[in-house]
């Protein structure tokens, strides 16, 4: 006979704690989502969803409610730096979702933790919890708040983030690994862009050159443009979502770069800036009775464009393995989890870190060599976005239930 249901609290709620505790929610498990903010959805980036975050959110049920802000670009097109030259051009729209059965989106984060926390319920969150401490004990874990409070569940969720207190309070002190670069980010309304004819279409724009890179594509239905610039700056580390960078000094860092750039560029007002860190891979995730989840496990870097993506596998599985436990079976039902998650993980942190140096190289022979090799990107990132999470859970080789 089977035992008790386990109680599941999730300390986090961005988008893999939301979509985590969807997917423990459909399997009839109760859960309650920590989230130390008085609201749910943060400001200022978008993200780009590849078909195996794609398929988590058909998965969870919000696919078609993002369907309306969401934007799939026609193509990725790589451009260099100073000539504005196409040096490689993959199709998007159409010819990548006949590929891996499910499109490329390019969207805001806030609108997915909306849709997210539409299809949770408010009911499911409490606001303004800042976990201080997480502790085992013989029966599950106990997560103290700031505000002096207390509770208990079966399982812990830790999707707090790369500075991640739940990560502190069960592994100790780590600290995350300085990358040496920042990155300017921001949203600009397309009508304040009509000047750059480029934009007409919606493109997944890659500009890149020496010591720096620049991408940018639409989200809000085409109605808003988000950039990521990264730049050389072994003194600014302030890793914070809502530092304000300065546009003068952001001009400065690309001056000589192409007009759609530096026009761009000129166009916002207030970019976000934070240093870029990661972390090295954990050798375990687990404790018990808890668990981490998406940058809490395994920080990266943003050059592979698979944060939220990996959060969303991380969510799903999750969800799935400890669906199907008792309030007995939690710990070894979080090893499976981790057995099932990490190996991938840690490959794509590794490839992230590798990104980032080759979408900076010097003009020369590298950069040539490196040009040559993106003619065979669709092929060499097909493990990436072709990954079914579920689809892994139902391998014959998945790890069974420790």
Not at 2 to 10: E, K, L, M, N, T
Not at 281 to 299: E, F, I, K, Y
Not at 354 to 359: M, T
Request: hydrophobic fraction near 45%.
């Amino acid at each position: 006979m089977a035992g008790r249901r386990p109680y599941v609290a999730v300390v986090g709620g961005g988008i893999g704690g939301l979509a985590a505790a969807i997917g423990l929610r459909q399997r009839g498990i109760e859960v309650v989502v920590h989230e130390q903010s008085t609201e749910v959805a943060h400001q200022g980036a978008g993200i780009a969803v590849g078909a195996n975050g794609h398929r988590v959110f058909r998965e969870l049920g919000v696919a078609e409610s993002l369907k309306g802000s969401a934007v799939e670009p026609l193509r990725a097109d790589f451009r260099q730096w100073n000539t504005g030259r196409c040096m490689v051009s993959h199709p998007l729209a159409g010819a990548y979702e006949e590929r891996f059965e499910a499109p490329f989106w390019t969207v805001e984060r806030a609108a997915v933790q909306q849709a997210l926390l539409a299809r949770l319920g408010m009911e499911h969150v409490r606001l303004g919890a800042r976990c201080t401490e997480v502790e085992t004990t013989d029966h599950g874990a106990v997560i103290r708040f700031a505000d002096g409070t207390e509770s208990e569940a079966d399982a812990v969720i830790g999707a707090d983030g790369i500075h991640s207190v739940v990560r502190h309070s069960v592994f100790g002190p780590e600290a995350a690994v300085f990358s040496g670069t920042s990155g300017y980010r921001a949203l600009i309304p397309m009508e304040r862009l009509r000047h750059v004819p480029q934009l007409a279409e919606p493109v997944l724009w890659l500009w890149l050159g020496p010591g720096r890179h620049f991408i940018a594509y639409p989200v809000a239905g085409g109605s808003a443009l988000n950039f990521l610039a990264v730049v050389p700056d072994h003194d600014w580390t302030v890793e914070s979502w809502s530092t304000e960078g300065d546009t003068a000094e952001l001009l400065a860092a690309f001056a000589g770069w192409h007009p759609f750039v530096t026009d761009i560029l000129a166009a916002c007002e207030r970019p976000g800036r934070w240093a870029l860190y990661d972390r090295e891979p954990q050798r375990t995730w687990s404790s018990g009775p808890v668990t981490l989840l998406g940058d809490a496990a395994h920080a990266m870097l943003p050059h592979h464009g698979q944060g939220a993506n990996q959060s969303l596998e991380d969510a799903v599985v999750l969800a799935h393995v400890l669906g199907g436990a008792d309030a007995d079976g939690v710990a070894a039902a979080l090893r499976t989890y981790e057995q099932l998650r990490r190996p991938r993980t840690r490959l794509l942190q590794a490839g992230s870190r590798k990104n980032a140096d080759c979408f900076q190289l010097p003009d020369g022979p590298e950069a040539q060599a490196r040009n040559i090799r993106l003619a065979s990107l669709p092929d060499d990132v097909a493990w990436i976005h072709g990954h079914d999470a579920l689809g892994q859970l139902r391998s014959p080789s998945a790890p069974a239930p420790v």
